[in-house]
């Protein structure tokens, strides 16, 4: 196949120049795919780091790869503090406003691909693909702007509808006017087609998020000492968690399962490792409970050592709508270890795959005891049993989940969708 250029238009994802070995997520993983078959790749991104709340240097940086170019276009926004703020929208704005003036001015893409959030840069892809006569494809990662009013104070929510309808007019633009939908889930996909009001074509598809296959080596005896100064040693059971703390997780059931636990399995650890406005709080109120470890940051190292010591993943998600209608991409990085997962997640996507899979159990939100009866059950499992059910997460995790084969079929869709624009043009 001749070279082809894309567009991958997203904000808030690690970029590969930020500093600290940046794990890729979604567009990442994509671009590398892409330039690895021998395309050109151009990633236009925002200078505000969503993760770390730091910014960048605005500019465009050029990654050479083996066969292909990825470019790194950096545009300059004033970023926010909190996510849910007019700071945000105002951030949003201004960055969709430079990448249409910016863009305008470049050579023309085979194909443009822009995620949905954020709404004012699928609107800014879509004008400008009409000015170049390229396909344009919406990545659906979150349900803008369903879920806003989900932010609001209980006592805006019946107010919010001059806010919002501006923003429903967007998705609706940037759905029907697609050339075809991509989402994370099949009830993503579905959401978007309501959008869009028509059915499902051979442009649109489903892709979860993938997760790179663990680096088994990155484990050292640095990371083993870290763990071990936390008294998290080679031979502790684990109840791991790896995330953000933030308003998207709960974690009151999570302490108390863990101190229901520990008369029976004193020796097994709930060890919740991440970065967020909720770290202080948490760690305070853990503090009462001896066997909850509240580690923080983890770099790659110390997430390999301690998934090596797991028996179970934790993912505490507030089952608000757009949660319940998608695999989000904890439920794949556990998986990725042969770690069965104990989600809070009950009659979702996450729930049915759990339980189609047999690789996990779904509860309740705010059920402590039933998180301490999982995880009772999940240590008390015979090796053999152990071994299967990690047989099982592996097995998953392989078919449907692992970032190569995932990507590498995402970018089979984006090639077939531009080339069959590029023979009917």
């Known amino acids: 196949m001749s070279a082809l250029r894309f567009w991958l238009v997203t904000v808030g994802e690690p970029l590969p120049i930020d500093p600290g070995d940046p794990r890729l997520l979604r567009s990442g993983m994509l671009a590398e795919e892409l330039a690895s078959r021998g395309h050109d790749v151009t990633w ?40 849910v703020s007019v700071a945000r929208f105002i951030d949003h704005a201004m960055i969709a406003a430079r990448f249409r003036r ?34 344009y494809l919406v990545d659906v990662r979150d349900l803008w702007p369903d879920i806003f009013d989900r932010a609001l104070p209980r006592v805006l929510r019946p107010m919010s509808a001059p806010f919002v309808w501006p923003y429903r007019k967007l998705a609706r633009l940037a759905c029907q006017h697609a050339s075809g939908i991509v ?42 000492a870290f763990w071990a100064q936390h008294g998290v040693r080679p031979e502790t059971p684990c109840v791991t968690f790896l995330g953000s703390f933030s308003d998207q997780f709960e974690f009151d059931h999570v302490l108390r399962a863990a101190a229901l636990l520990a008369p029976r399995h004193p020796t097994v650890r709930f060890v919740l490792c991440g970065k967020g406005a909720l770290l202080d ?24 050592a301690i998934l090596s010591r797991s028996v179970l993943g934790l993912a505490p998600y507030r089952p608000n709508f757009d ?20 989600a809070s997640l009950a009659d979702s996507e996450v729930s049915r795959l759990l339980q189609r899979y047999g690789v996990g159990n779904a509860y309740q939100l705010d059920d402590g005891r039933a998180l301490a009866g999982i995880a009772n059950a999940t240590v008390d499992a015979t090796n053999a049993e152990a ?7 592996l097995e998953l995790y392989e078919q449907c989940f692992r970032a190569d084969i ?10 077939r969708v531009a080339t069959l624009s590029k023979s009917s043009s």
């Open 44 to 83: 236009w991104t925002s200078s505000f780091d969503h993760f770390n709340r730091i910014q960048r240097v605005p500019g465009s940086y050029s990654l050479h790869r083996s066969r292909g170019r990825i470019r790194l276009v950096v545009l300059p926004g004033p970023g926010y503090r909190r996510d």
């Open 102 to 135: 910016l863009a305008g001015r470049a050579p023309a893409p085979s194909l443009i691909l822009s995620s949905l959030p954020t709404l004012e840069l699928c609107e800014a892809s879509r004008r400008l693909a009409t000015r170049f006569g390229a396909p």
């Open 183 to 224: 989402a994370i889930s099949k009830p993503f996909l579905n959401w978007a087609l309501g959008y869009a009001g028509r059915p499902a074509g051979p442009s649109d598809l489903s892709v979860p998020y993938g997760y790179p296959a663990p680096d088994h080596a990155a484990a050292n005896l640095e990371a083993d």
């Open 281 to 304: 709080s948490l760690r305070r109120r853990a503090s009462a409970t001896p066997n909850v470890v509240v580690a923080g940051w983890i770099g790659r190292q110390q997430i390999t």
């Open 323 to 342: 949660f319940l209608l998608s695999i989000p991409n904890k439920i794949p990085e556990y998986l990725s270890a042969g770690i069965p997962i104990a």
């Open 387 to 393: 071994a299967e059910r990690r047989r099982r997460c």
């Open 406 to 415: 995932v990507y590498a079929h995402y970018a089979d869709h984006l090639e």
